[in-house]
């Protein structure tokens, strides 16, 4: 899966398992990002819905939530066409290659001809999902960042100069449980939705993740939109925020969240650098009955590695700390 601030990659057997320990059943996963987790509870059979405001990450959501196995096979056929396809450049390849050095400029070529074959095929919702999820991936494998799309390395990361190869998405078969869906839904609005567990992986603080991650929202949407700034932005950064990335707001709209769900449990993941205390978290989930609190402490993303660095990869500033704590907050009686 792509590269993602905030991944719960090394976390997953701990939220499978909390999951399974309040009863599992239907997960409503409502930051869904990656859909790693989603994908990952899925593989333990239980049914997810998935949301996410984002298209990219509704997109992900569709690919490894909402599709089974069954429903694409023989795509092998598809994606083995989109890789054989000569680069073509266009606006994918004028601004995150030429405006910008995200990617080489043979790499982007090759992404605007595969995107807009994708774009004329009409290609089942399933299908749709798997193959731009497949290009989303092979791009991120030849990107030249550290990570997040906020800038570019200064020189080529060696990863950017090999050839894009798309792979197939590893789709599972459909859940024990029932069929995945995705959503893309404001989280407050889909919090009502019904579900048996509730998993909460909001935003930790001020950075947006739509920042964070334009390109695959622009080469998702495929709109070609208008951008800004060294890192070619889109300029809908500036507009689309959530309440969630607010310190005053947060506490105010998990509450509310807290409030509208049906779900008979909840399971939270948090960081010790974001907006709302654990002992915030606690006195909210307090509502809903007693509060089981697990710590697991972590490296900090690779950024935080290697320090602070400009839009023209010059570094700017020192590392800080180097280690995290993820809180893992569960209410709600077992099965």
């Given at each position: ?14 939220i ?12 409503l996963d409502l930051f869904s990002?990656t859909?790693r987790?989603g ?6 059979g239980?049914?997810v819905?998935?949301?996410d405001?984002n298209a990219?990450?509704?997109t992900l959501?569709?690919c490894?939530v909402?599709?089974?196995?069954d ?22 390849t004028?601004?995150?290659c ?10 982007g070529a090759?992404i605007?001809a595969?995107?807009?074959r ?5 290609l089942?919702?399933?299908w ?10 092979a791009?991120d494998?030849?990107d030249s960042?550290t ?5 570019y390395l200064?020189?080529?990361a060696?990863?950017a ?6 792979r197939v998405?590893?789709v599972?078969?459909k859940?024990a ?11 407050v609005?889909?919090?009502?939705t ?6 909460l992986?909001?935003?930790?603080n ?12 622009s080469?998702?949407?495929?709109d070609?939109?208008?951008?800004y700034g ?18 005053p ?8 969240v807290?409030a509208r769900?049906p779900a008979?449990?909840i ?14 978290i606690v ?5 809903r009955?007693p509060?089981?609190?697990?710590t697991?402490d ?23 700390r ?6 893992l907050?569960?209410?709600g009686?077992?099965?």
């Open positions: 899966m792509i590269k993602y601030l905030g991944s719960k990659r090394t976390l997953l057997p701990a499978v398992t909390a999951v399974q320990h309040v009863g599992g059943g239907h997960v990002g859909a987790v994908h990952a509870l899925k593989a333990a239980l049914r819905t998935a949301n405001h990219y990450a509704s959501a569709r490894y909402e599709t089974d196995a429903e694409i096979v023989g795509v092998e056929r598809l994606i083995a066409e989109l890789n054989a396809l000569p680069g073509r450049a266009g606006y994918f004028e601004t995150f030429e405006r910008s050095r995200f990617f080489t400029p043979h790499n090759r605007d595969i995107r807009e994708i774009a004329t095929l009409g089942p919702p399933a749709h999902a798997v193959a731009l999820v497949a290009l989303m991936e791009a494998r030849v960042t990570g997040v799309q906020m800038a200064k020189q080529w060696p990863r100069l090999r050839d894009l190869e798309l998405p590893a599972l078969p859940a449980a029932g069929k995945g869906h995705a959503l893309q839904q404001d989280a609005d889909a919090a009502a019904a579900c048996d567990v509730l998993y992986d909001p935003p930790y001020q950075h947006k993740y739509l920042g964070n991650y334009h390109i695959w929202e080469l998702v949407r495929w070609k939109p208008e951008v060294v890192a070619c932005k889109r300029v809908d950064v500036r507009t689309r925020g959530s309440v969630f990335n607010s310190r707001r947060i506490v105010d709209a998990l509450r509310t807290i769900t008979r449990a399971v939270l993941s948090f960081s010790d650098e974001g907006y709302v205390t654990r002992e915030q006195e909210l989930l307090e509502a009955g509060v089981a609190v697990h697991h972590y490296k900090r993303y690779v950024g935080a590695q290697i320090g602070i660095h400009n839009p023209a990869g010059e570094k700017v500033g020192t590392v800080g180097l280690r995290n704590e993820e809180y907050f569960v209410v009686s077992t099965r």
